[in-house]
T-cell receptor, first 111, second 112 residues
Framework: NAGVTQTPKFRVLKTGQSMTLLCAQD?????MYWYRQDPGMGLRLIHY???????AKGEVPDGYNVSRLKKQNFLLGLESAAPSQTSVYFC??????????FGPGTRLLVL | DAKTTQPNSMESNEEEPVHLPCNHS???????IHWYRQLPSQGPEYVIH???SNVNNRMASLAIAEDRKSSTLILHRATLRDAAVYYC?????????????FGTGTRLKVLA
């Protein structure tokens, strides 16, 4: 996974609870992305960052917030979790030549 | 919306070549064609990408049609470890950066 780690690997939340997913890189890449993948579907972009201190909305940003205070870390927050946010969340970073390297994923179940 | 069209599933026998097609009729002149694959319970991994010419690497070959409206990912000798979902992706430019739009991909089943 080219030095991309995600924490936690698995989490169960109750509706209305909040949590933060952490994506960390041990390299120096500017671009980082958060995707979600629902069963049988492709990945959909939630938010992305083009560098430290910057964030932008992707295809499905509602219900999520992000922060990139340090270049190495990209945080995805759920302020009030809903069952519709049950999914697998993948972080990715963009290396040279636009190749993206993905983390192992975080499985989130919202009851 | 995904800008590519792929068959939902394909099967191949082990040790035989596999040709995975992708249609991208709305491709622009500067769009690279990217292929990723996703093994079960893992994140997607890069396979190959190209612009106009055919491309080869240790994992696969990419054959791009002359009009660039379609491409084919070629696995020269399929192994059981190649069973995965293969995504053909174009970039989508907006808000100052390129993003990937994933479709549902092709699920490749390799038969022993």
């Amino acid at each position: 996974n080219a030095g991309v780690t995600q924490t936690p690997k698995f989490r169960v939340l109750k509706t209305g609870q909040s949590m933060t997913l952490l994506c960390a890189q041990d390299m120096n890449h500017e671009y980082m992305y958060w995707y979600r993948q629902d069963p049988g579907m492709g990945l959909r972009l939630i938010h992305y960052s083009v560098g430290e201190g910057t964030t932008a909305k992707g295809e499905v940003p509602d219900g999520y917030n992000v922060s990139r205070l340090k270049k190495q870390n990209f945080l995805l927050g759920l302020e009030s979790a809903a069952p519709s946010q049950t999914s697998v969340y993948f972080c990715a970073l963009r290396a040279q030549g636009e190749t993206q390297y993905f983390g192992p994923g975080t499985r989130l179940l919202v009851l | 919306d995904a800008k590519t069209t792929q068959p939902n599933s394909m099967e191949s026998n082990e040790e035989e070549p596999v040709h995975l097609p992708c249609n991208h009729s709305t491709i622009s002149g500067t769009d690279y064609i990217h292929w990723y694959r996703q093994l079960p319970s893992q994140g997607p991994e890069y396979v190959i990408h190209g612009l106009t010419s055919n491309v080869n690497n240790r994992m696969a070959s990419l054959a791009i049609a002359e009009d660039r409206k379609s491409s084919t990912l070629i696995l020269h000798r399929a192994t059981l470890r190649d069973a995965a979902v293969y995504y053909c992706i174009l970039r989508d430019y907006g808000s100052g950066t390129y993003k990937y739009i994933f479709g549902t991909g092709t699920r490749l089943k390799v038969l022993a």
